[in-house]
């Protein structure tokens, strides 16, 4: 496993993590002895990276990481979110009573008593911009109750204008072969800023991992049937903001990157890995068997200059004109 520094936070994490909203809900049926023997699968590979929110199972994988973890609190690093238990767009969110509420309730749902990194959950850029909820993580990481915070944001104006805040440490961002936008000024910029870039979505929702046809249904519960055009939250976090069946249309145009690189899913997640400025990619899973497989992708062979010029054209030419939402 490769480790890369994760901005100002000075943390050696893993080049690839995981992200944990699967093993807590909207994405159909869990099972926590299995996601345990997952979580537990990818530590002993060297993931030493988890990210999660109070609003995934409205707690339960901060539950399960809290069991997975024990023991072992000074050697995995865990990064929160907060503000989507309530209404983000209301300032009373983002108040020092509210947010260590949420704070505490995180920290005990961990087994903590001080949070690796806290981030802000996509946040509407009006209550960014307003800045009262810079000064309180301020206060809170005085108190030692954080020892970092980011932001995750939806947009690369919002995540340029959290660069200019002095004590962001990282950001966090829908980022794959199929989303480049990133590229071109934000990741150079928070390189030039020393915050630190977690790519979440990286397969888009697991368009890239070629295995959907046009006609697959999705469970009741799982967000990319409930979201898949934006009627829960933003359309950017479902397949990447594209409409499913030109994602898989989209996707079937890019199976040629799976040649000699496994699968599709490895050679989605190696090409993020590749990009300049990416510290940590954060795919989701459910069992162990996706956990393997996307370890699997540190192994396969890198992109070379000619493939990742290809695919920036692709991008280019064929899928960002059908990205919807703001990004």
């Known amino acids: ?94 108040e020092m009573n509210q947010v260590r509420s949420y704070l505490e309730d995180t920290l005990t749902r961990l087994g903590r008593e001080s949070l690796d990194l806290y981030q802000i959950h996509c946040p509407p850029f009006e209550i ?5 909820v810079f000064q309180v993580l301020d206060e809170l990481k005085k108190e030692g109750k954080i020892k970092h915070y980011g932001v995750s944001v939806e947009t690369v104006e919002e995540g340029l204008f959290c660069l200019e805040q002095d004590n962001v440490s990282t950001l966090q961002v829908i980022f794959n072969m199929m989303r480049q936008k990133p590229l071109d000024e934000l990741f150079p910029k928070a390189a030039e800023k020393n915050v630190g870039i977690i790519a979440r979505v990286p397969l888009a929702s697991g368009l890239l991992t070629g295995k ?79 956990v393997v497989d996307n370890l699997g992708a540190t192994e396969v062979k890198p992109f070379t200059d000619e493939e990742l010029n290809r695919l920036r054209d692709f991008y280019q030419r064929n899928i960002h004109q059908h990205i919807r939402g703001v990004y």
């Not at 944990?20 to 299995?34: C, L, V, Y």
């Open 1 to 94: 496993m490769k480790y890369n520094t994760l901005g100002k936070t000075g943390y050696q994490v893993s080049e690839l993590s995981f992200g944990t909203w699967a093993i807590g809900g909207s994405w159909g049926k869990t099972n926590d002895e299995e996601s345990l023997r997952a979580l537990h699968k990818a530590m002993d590979e060297g993931v030493n990276f988890f990210d999660t929110a109070d609003v995934y199972g409205d707690g339960h994988s901060e539950e399960l990481l809290k069991t997975a973890t024990k023991g072992k609190e000074n050697e995995i690093k865990i990064a929160s979110k907060f503000c989507r238990k309530g209404d983000i767009h209301d300032p009373k969110t983002y």
């Open 128 to 132: 960014l911009k307003e800045g009262a």
């Open 212 to 290: 959907f046809t046009k006609n697959h249904q999705f469970e009741q519960d799982d967000h990319r049937n409930f979201n898949k055009d934006g009627e829960a939250f933003n359309v950017g976090e479902t397949f990447g903001g594209l409409p499913f069946e030109k994602g898989v249309e989209l996707a079937h145009d890019l199976s040629w990157i799976k040649e000699a690189r496994g699968d599709m899913a490895q050679a989605a997640l190696k090409w993020v890995m590749q990009q300049p400025g990416v510290s940590t990619v954060i795919p989701g899973f459910k069992n162990t068997k996706q």
